[in-house]
């Protein structure tokens, strides 16, 4: 527990680095199943942060 709440700004800019990346590759391709997976992601993502509905 101690080293996430030392290393808490680098993890969420892991997290948030990962979820981007993901973005771009998916936005590229052509199917959506991906789409779908990642917008399930970004959903769970949203509600561990406790955001309202976007």
Aim: net charge neutral; proline share 4%.
């Amino acid at each position: 527990m101690e080293w996430i709440q030392a290393n808490w700004v680098n993890i969420t800019a892991a997290v948030g680095g990962v979820v981007t990346l993901a973005s771009l590759i998916v936005k590229m391709t052509p199917s959506q199943a991906d789409d779908a997976m990642l917008a399930k992601i970004i959903a769970v993502l949203n509600a561990l942060a406790l955001n309202p509905k976007q």
